[in-house]
């Protein structure tokens, strides 16, 4: 790295915080599919992939499609494709606990990853497309406390991949682009408007299921400051 790095900042969905898996299974089995946890985790990380290759150029992530679309995929990959259990548990997704939905879990060592970054003396924040909710599920679940700031594309009026939104948390840490790593979880969205901004990204991949990428990868948030710390240190 050119410059030392003097902060970090993360996407929240698929990065710091997930869906709920388990009232995903809890559904599925009441609709009569039943899954493992291990399963659904897994055909969730696969319809990352193929969502993120889903997008057309300028297209919303928080357009409702996204979620149906988001929503196809793992049912797809679960092998699930009886068109009535995907419209039952898509009617049931659209009213799951409003406005909050799904996003309510922590990523596996978000927590530890936030702590360690702070600890070493990065600054941290969140930047999220989403819908006014996230720093609140970032509050619920203890992550705030560990963030200087949060910048909700709802709120700010652009959203990722757009180098505005990323240019918003440069100007409120004082800092150059290339002082600062941005981790998020979709490669058209994060990686590309983290670049077109001019800050380096690293994807988030914890199934092993982007490919080959020119970027980073990293399996937990943990695993990306661990990443940032090395670089920073060799």
């Known amino acids: 790295m050119s410059r030392p790095v003097r902060a970090i900042f993360f996407d929240a969905g698929n990065t710091l915080i997930r869906m709920d898996y388990t009232v995903i299974l809890a ?14 985790e897994r055909a969730e990380w696969r319809a990352r992939v193929r969502l993120d290759a889903s997008f057309a150029p300028g297209a919303s992530t928080e357009h409702p499609d996204t979620g149906e679309r988001y929503l196809r995929f793992i049912l797809d990959e679960l092998g699930v494709r009886d068109a009535t259990i995907q419209a039952a548990l898509s009617a049931w997704r659209r009213n799951y606990d409003a406005p909050m939905g799904l996003w309510t879990a922590l990523e596996p060592e978000a927590d530890a990853g936030l702590r360690l970054a702070r600890e070493r003396g990065l600054r941290t924040a969140v930047i ?5 909710t996230v720093a609140d599920i970032l509050a619920h679940l ?3 406390q560990h963030l200087d700031f949060i910048i909700d594309s709802s709120k700010v009026g652009v959203e990722k991949p757009d180098p505005r939104i990323f240019r918003l948390a440069l100007e409120r ?4 682009p290339e002082e600062a790593v941005y981790v998020g979880d979709l490669y058209s969205i994060d990686v590309v408007g983290a670049r077109a901004a001019g800050l380096r990204a690293i994807l988030m991949d914890p199934g092993a299921c982007w490919g080959d990428r020119d970027c980073p ?3 937990t948030a943990l695993e990306a400051v661990k990443h940032v710390l090395s670089e920073l240190y060799r």
């Not at 999220?128 to 006014?132: A, I, T, Y």
């Open 128 to 132: 999220s497309n989403s819908n006014g």
């Open 27 to 40: 559904e599925l089995a009441r609709l009569g599919v039943p899954v493992t946890l291990a399963a659904l």
């Open 142 to 144: 203890g992550l705030a």
């Open 217 to 219: 990868l990293a399996r």
């Open 173 to 176: 840490t004082g800092l150059a």
